[in-house]
T-cell receptor, first 116, second 112 residues
Framework: DTGVSQNPRHKITKRGQNVTFRCDPISEHNRLYWYRQTLGQGPEFLTYFQNEAQLEKSRLLSDRFSAERPKGSFSTLEIQRTEQGDSAMYLC??????????????FGPGTRLLVL | EDQVTQSPEALRLQEGESSSLNCSYTVSGLRGLFWYRQDPGKGPEFLFTLYSAGEEKEKERLKATLTKKESFLHITAPKPEDSATYLCAVAQGETSGSRLTFGEGTQLTVNP
């Protein structure tokens, strides 16, 4: 399988705990995105990397959220001091870089977080 | 601010009953419009990318079209396995590789 992979697929945690999610993009895709999706809504953009550089962050990404892509390959998304409002599906997507057109983003299966 | 509105929110069809889903958008400088299919508990699955008004793309029973203000996803003779949520998104930003802004989706149910 050469698609985007995410781990874990499900995470249940208690309020106040820290959690970390991992995303492995499609090989040779240099762009990686994180989105959050709540029930009945479309995905909302969180942040975006080109190689190891974090180029854009949403206002949704509070100080409790941090994302890294240390070697330009996999990425991690950490949420510190989780709150019940953080419960959502966290989606990762990757895309290649084309010169003239907006490249297509391919999504992983997501990590579903439940904060009790 | 860029906005994407999908209608209807939910649609029930009988197998073989063709219909269309709508995606209206407001964006300064469209860099691409995307259609995805999402099954419950899974990530969005890419269907189509449209770049300019008048463009059309087809895949099996699905056909996507684009105008300057909206896009349609036409479903011809749908089957129960076409049941899913269909998401529309627009590329936002001054440069390629930027965020997608999604609509809330249309939940399609096809009854046998």
């Amino acid at each position: 399988d050469t698609g985007v992979s995410q781990n874990p697929r499900h995470k249940i945690t208690k309020r106040g705990q820290n959690v970390t999610f991992r995303c492995d993009p499609i090989s040779e895709h240099n762009r990686l995105y994180w989105y959050r999706q709540t029930l009945g809504q479309g995905p909302e953009f969180l942040t975006y990397f080109q190689n190891e550089a974090q180029l854009e962050k949403s206002r949704l990404l509070s100080d409790r959220f941090s994302a890294e892509r240390p070697k330009g390959s996999f990425s991690t998304l950490e949420i510190q001091r989780t709150e019940q409002g953080d419960s959502a599906m966290y989606l990762c997507a990757s895309s290649p870089r084309f010169r003239y057109h907006q490249e297509t983003q391919y999504f992983g299966p997501g990590t579903r977080l439940l904060v009790l | 601010e860029d906005q994407v509105t999908q209608s209807p929110e939910a649609l029930r069809l009988q197998e073989g009953e063709s219909s269309s889903l709508n995606c209206s958008y407001t964006v300064s400088g469209l860099r691409g419009l995307f259609w995805y299919r999402q099954d419950p508990g899974k990530g969005p699955e890419f269907l189509f990318t449209l770049y300019s008004a008048g463009e059309e793309k087809e895949k099996e029973r699905l056909k996507a079209t684009l105008t300057k203000k909206e896009s349609f996803l036409h479903i011809t003779a749908p089957k129960p396995e076409d049941s899913a949520t269909y998401l529309c998104a627009v590329a936002q930003g001054e440069t390629s590789g930027s965020r997608l802004t999604f609509g809330e989706g249309t939940q399609l149910t096809v009854n046998p």
